[in-house]
């Protein structure tokens, strides 16, 4: 018997309603954040950055807090893409207009993995809507 033209693929509605129904609501966030950031062209997720890369990162910022370094102030963001984070630092920064807990950005720059955690200093950005 031939199959219809109008079958569900692998993975159709039931099989995609049964995941958000067995999924947390933070693991659906998570995949929604995912799927932004692959609709970002040229952008890798965090959890595939390799250290000392240079990289295009998308997300959303969780945290962004002054944290002085060796007398000079630096202004520090956590950068959240659904499958991990990154810290950002712009030395020499108090405050930068648009870098706010919440905003969604795209970021490039030079990753750094320090004690286990991804860092980029500098990053070049830009904010999304």
Known sequence: MAASSTAQPEGGRLRRALR???S???ELDDQQL???VRRTGGCCR???AVDRDRVMLAGTLRHVTLRPRSGTPALEAE???GSGSVT???LGRRRILGIEPGRSLVV???LSINKGAAV???PRYELRG
């Open 79 to 81: 950068l959240y893409d």
């Open 88 to 90: 950002l630092v712009w």
């Open 20 to 22: 958000r129904l067995s």
């Open 24 to 26: 947390s609501e933070q």
């Open 108 to 110: 490039q720059g030079r």
């Open 120 to 122: 980029i200093y500098n």
């Open 46 to 48: 965090v959890a595939d």
């Open 34 to 36: 995912q799927r932004e």
